[in-house]
């Protein structure tokens, strides 16, 4: 029986571990005892996590890839998602152009990609093909270098993967196009990391961005210019500015510190508990 320590609960704050979660946790469990593990496979699951600074404060990681800071982590959209079984998958890639990515619409459909590759690292990869045939010539590429023992590990536990999840293979560009346009429709407001903001009061109308420096000073006359915007901007203006400061800025000690500090504020404003503690964590 797996047990769930309170490090791992306060990780996911107001909500319930998915049963997805828990049962990877179980199978990497189970595949230890036999000397492997889902990391062969570049699909690590993780309880606690030093979050990146670019990594978004509305996203609960649970996996990596092990490779360049490559993680997997739930969508909350500031708290509008009130399960995180329907919640959006993004990749963070952290040394990469664009470091996030909108993966998946949800972790059931996530899980048939992880299991339509070899490396789950590759999706990472696949994100940007326009044609499925990219696929099929990295596959082959990866293929060649990898040992037959490695290969025939990595067969077996993507079986034992497929008998506890009940996954399906699927058309990995086709899937990406396909979910990437649902989430442009679905966003309300667009942002600078790509992700959006999708908005509990869609009447709000005044989407106002705010224009930040090309050369991403931020210093007290600045500041104060990012705070005049948000004493007159709606909930969504302001859950934008925190994406795009997020992602302009390095938010973190010894970096852009006047917008870690203010970004913790402007969540604590908005009453986004969780939020706040894991910009607060990141050091």
Not at 180 to 205: E, F
Request: hydrophobic content about 35%; some cysteine; proline content about 5%.
């Amino acid at each position: 029986m797996l047990m769930i320590n309170e490090e791992w609960k306060e990780a996911y704050g107001q909500y319930d571990i998915p049963n997805e979660i828990q049962l990877l946790h179980q199978l990497e469990n189970d595949l230890s005892n036999e000397g492997l593990s889902l990391s062969q496979i570049a699909f690590q699951p993780i309880n606690l996590f030093d979050p990146y600074s670019i990594t978004p404060p509305d996203l609960i990681p649970f996996a990596s890839t092990g490779g360049n800071g490559i993680h997997f982590g739930f969508l909350t959209d500031f708290r509008t998602v009130s399960n995180l079984s329907e919640a959006p998958i993004v990749c963070v890639s952290p040394t990469n152009d664009p470091p996030l990515r909108y993966m998946a619409r949800n972790i059931r459909e996530f899980l048939n990609l992880v299991y339509s590759v070899p490396y789950a690292e590759m999706l990472e990869t696949m994100w940007n093909y326009d044609d499925e045939k990219q696929v099929v010539e990295l596959v082959k590429e990866f293929e060649k270098y990898t040992s037959s023992n490695s290969e025939e590990n990595r067969k077996y536990i993507l079986t034992r993967y497929q008998q506890v999840f009940g996954t399906k293979k699927l058309e990995v560009v086709s899937y990406f196009h396909e979910a990437k346009k649902d989430r442009a429709d679905s966003i309300h407001m667009t942002t600078l990391d790509g992700l959006g903001v999708v908005c509990a009061k869609p009447s709000i109308q005044s989407k106002q961005h705010f224009n930040f420096p090309q050369n991403r000073n931020c210093d007290e006359s600045e500041v104060v210019k990012m705070k005049s915007f948000l004493e007159q901007s709606n909930e969504l203006e302001k859950l934008a500015f925190v994406r795009d400061a997020n992602y302009w800025y390095i938010v973190t000690s010894g970096y852009h510190e006047a917008v870690w500090e203010l970004i913790p504020e402007l969540l604590t404003s908005l009453k986004l508990k969780d939020e706040v503690e894991r910009v607060s964590e990141r050091c």
